[in-house]
Every structure is written in C-alpha cells, then in structure tokens.
C-alpha cells in the first residue's frame, strides 16, 4: 500500500500527500538514526553477556545431534544415532544448528540466532506500521517492542518464538504489500513465509491467517471474486508448504528416519496434530483421541494431572506471570484499536482506505492470538506471548499518534500508568522505586498537559514505559537473566542448571568405561528418558538411546525391538536410576519403565567397583546372548 507521508495520523487517518520528489522532510532526517539507535538498543538488550549463556539441555543435545548428519538436521534428531526426534517439528532449531556449525557448538552459538531474530522483528515491525500510521507511529511501535520483556526474553532464549514472530510479521509484511494493489504473487510470498513458521511452532502459525486473509479480502483492490481466487492460491501454497515436513516423514518407511516422538504411532499427524495441538486444548472439551496422541493416551489411563492455570480463560492473559511480560501496554492498545476504528466508521471510508486495512490486521491478529492462548495451555510459558507483543506495539503506537491531539489520549495514559504500577504489587521487592516513579511522572505528564502538550506526550511515554523498560534492562544482569533458557526476564526468570548438560565426575568415569567396553555397538549405552542421556550427548556427542522418549510414555523402542537392539549386538549396556527400580517408582508403569524391568530381570548386572565404586545412584547391566537370564 502507498506508504503515508511522515506527518503522524490524526484521527481521520486522512492520507496526506507525499512530498514531491527530492524533499527530504523533518522525518526523514531523524527516521533512520533513531531506527538505528532502536536496533542497536535491541541487540545490546539481547546479545549483552552472551558469553555466559547455558545450554538448555534438551534443546542443546537435539542441536548437537543436528550438527552431525543431514538426517539428523532434517528430522530433528534427539540423539547421534538418530534413534527419536524432538517432540514437535524442527525448523525453529535449524538456525540453531546452522549456528553451531559455522562458530562450534557453545551455549553462545545456540542463541545468537534468536537474538539476531528480534532484532530483526523490532526492524520489521517498524516498516509495517510506519507504511500504515507514518513514520512517528513505526518508531514508537518498533521502541514498544524493543522495551517489552518477552522481547528480550525471546532473544535471549533457545525457544520457537524468535524466528516464529519473525516469519509472521514477514507474512504480514508481504500481505501489506500484495493488498495495495492486489499482487497474488507477493501474497503467495505471505503463504510461503506462514509455511515456513508452520515448521517453527506447527498449527500455531495458522492463527494468523485470519488477520492476512481479512486484511486482504477487504483492501485489496480487485473484484470479489479475483480476491478469492487469489487467497485459495495462497492458502495451497500455505499448505504445501506447511505440511511438506510431514508428507516426507510419513512416505519414509519407518526404519529409514527417526522415531516421531510425542505419538503412539509413529506419525506426523499424531504429532503435530494432536500432540501438540488438540491436547493444548483439553480444558476446553477437546479430545485427541485417534490421533496418537502420548498426551491423550496419558490422560486417558488417568496418569495425567492438568497444571493449574492451563486453558482457564481470558484472564488468564491479565495475570502478573504473563502480563509482566507482555501486557503492559493493553490499555494504550484497546484504545488504538477501539479509537481508531470510531473515527473509521464516521468517516465511512473504503473498504481499500490503508487504515482501515492496518486496523484489520492487527485487530484480528491480537483477537486470534489473544483467544487461543486463552483458552490453550501455555502451561505457564511466557515465550508463547512474542506474537502478542507485535500487535499490542504496533496498536499502542497508532493510538499515541492518532489520539496526540485529544483529550482521551492522558487519561488512557493515566490508566496505562495504573495499570503498570498495579502489575508490579505482586513483586515488590523488585526495584521498589519503579511503581512510584512511574506515577510520579504520570502526574507531571497530567501537570504539563494543558501547558506543554508535546513535554506532557513525552512525560506520559516515559511513564507508561519506565517500567518494562527497567524489567527488559535488568536482563543485562546474571542475577536475573541467564541468557539460553526459557525467555523469562525479571524476577521470576530462573537460571538453567548445569546439572542436565555436563558431565560430573561420575558420569564421566561410566562414559570411558562404556567407550573402553563398547565393542562395535550402534549404542553406547540405553537410558530412561531424556534426562539421562543429553548430559552424554551434550558432552561427548555420545550415541545414548533415550527410552521413552520426552515424557517417558512414548513406546520405542518397542519391547521386540529393544531385544532385537540386544540380540544383534547393537546396544550392550543399559544404565538405570536406583529409584527406578523400587516398588511404585515413578514412571514405573510408563513404556519406558516396562523396559526397566525387563533389564533388571534379563540383564547382567555391572558391579560399580568396574566403573565407579562410589556410584550410588545408578546400575550398570550388560546385556546380550551371553548376558541376558
């Protein structure tokens, strides 16, 4: 769409003319050093003591893997010897172990690309709202989400969402462009990119079809039924792309490529499909029966417990665990949306008209997003809220420059003040002078309002954002940030331990005496569960079968194969916790644990004195012909 002259929209959202040709406007001056400066805000926010990073143990021995063969990259294999795959698709760790390949495998190398992905969002952000509301709106949509935690959570962090947000505010950017004139090939460009976030976060970037399909269906100028045909090309293009992964893992006979973790059967569908979808689900009635769904299954042999908080409604989102990282902005947001699309409908303007086209798609966008997470289970997880804080920027920049010149626009920032102060109770003790601060200069915003209107804009800004801007700051100490693990900033973050990604002295001496003993073994070693085995992958890059999978109910190796794995001499020892295997332990009854008992009962065991007389922890059985009872 034609991109507005700098001036900053009022509430008529009148398109102003360009300047002529050659004119360099006031904005243009100062649009690419304060761009500039927003970007280098944001790297230093994200990259600041990356040196100090950690690995996230199950994420870091998948990267590992995914570094040592194109099967293993494809798949997204768990472990070396290519054995089970991740519990969702790959595409969010190819980055990763791209990264790992050309500077090593550090904890650093593993969440540079994140970083470098934000910084990018925040970037993009700012074109797309500066083509929609001007030049002021997209610098201040762009410094909203530089400033917001979750941002510097996601850039700091191994998760989805960095490279998730960034493919969908490109799928964005490629609508924008394909409604103003109703290009069907740069809006199959919008296809292919939500394609590509499918392999990031799966069904998830399907939410944001809503917001691309509407946006286009009403701004595009082209006939009803020319718009139609040129979002179902889109959609086939979405499509294809989107379940490309799926289609060649479910034509590769099962041998050939890793085991689908997360299924019962083997299959993508069960996976993606219901594993990690229709189970997210279950508060609200959903079942992912049929699917072969782990979870589903779990569930309906009454072992599975439902966290507190998953799938309980809308205000679920207004509470401090996610609000702290996201929500700060929800009151200048609501009135970007709801003023903005008042003024719209008095001056009953096309259906082509940009700004109604900008408040269509982040309207919807927010909405889609805002109701699964709602009603979904993010047990918890902020890193699911990137995507929330694009739109809530993009809304509260528009509302600022739209609403600048109205008495509406210092109460909402009041309210927004409030409402910031308010969210920081449930902590405290955590810089204590933030919430007077921020009302200290509400109060001056209010004062200057009717002296000084652009002093009190900028007071009233400086207020609303003095709080998430500290929080995101804070990330730049060790004590409450570690960068590499789940994107939490402030201080509920927590520090990833090194227990599950190195190796400690006993670990050490059992891997040199199964190398030592490994005789020609596909596998070094079978464990119980991931856990046990990303400290060897991490450390050694070692060939350990992970039995059961990330939950431990996932049934490989199945209970014929697992001897079939013995009998051939590709697996000769299998390393098992003490408390696995006393009466009603853990997981006792889980797949994996089926596999405990019959190693415990059919195995030779290794006398620690062999590898680790002080090993109080773990047992030792060597199994095959000549070892099995």
Known sequence: MPSPASKPLVLSHAPPAMPPTGVRTAADRYERPVLAALAALTALLCLWGLGHSAYHPFYAAAVRSMTDNPVAFFYGSFDPANSITLDKLPGFLWPQALSALVFGFHPWALVLPQALEMVGCV????????????????????????????????????????????LLLLAAEATWRAAARARPRTLLLAGFWVGLAFQCKMLEAWAVLPALAVTYAVAAPAALRRRIGHLALAAAVTLTVSVSWMVVAALTPSGSRPYLDGTTDDSPVGMVVGYNFLTRFHAVGIDAAGTGSIVQSRAAHGGHRIPPGMGDGVWKMFSPGLATQTGWLYPLAAFGLVGGLLALRRRRVPRTDPALAGHLLWGVWLATFFLAFSFGSVTGHTYYMGVV???????????????????????????????????????????????????ALGLLALLLAGVRRPAALAAGLCAVLLIPAVWSASALSPRYNQPGGFGRVGPTSTRTGPALSTLDAGRARLLAYLTAHRDGARYLEAVPGWQAAAPYVIAANAPVLPM???????????????????????????????????????????????????TAAHCTLVPPAAYDPGDRTRLLYHCGPDHTR
């Open 123 to 166: 970037l993009l952000l700012h074109v797309l709202v500066r083509r929609w509301a001007g030049v002021p709106a997209g610098l201040l949509a762009a410094a909203f989400l530089a400033l917001t935690p979750v941002t510097v959570g996601l850039g700091r962090s191994v998760t989805e969402d960095a490279p998730f947000v960034l």
């Open 389 to 439: 804080a694009a739109a809530l920027s993009a809304l509260a920049a528009a509302g600022v420059v739209q609403g600048r010149r109205t008495r509406m626009l210092p109460v909402v920032l009041a309210a927004d003040v409030a409402w910031c102060a308010a969210l920081t109770l449930r902590y405290p003790h955590f810089f204590a002078w933030l919430a007077p601060g921020a009302v």
């Open 548 to 598: 059961g999978g990330f939950t431990g109910r996932v049934p490989y190796p199945a209970p014929a194969a697992f001897r079939r794995l013995i009998g051939s001499g590709r697996l000769r020892y299998v390393v098992l916790p003490r408390a696995g295997l006393r009466p009603g332990a853990r997981g006792a009854r889980t797949p994996a644990g089926a596999l405990v008992r019959w």
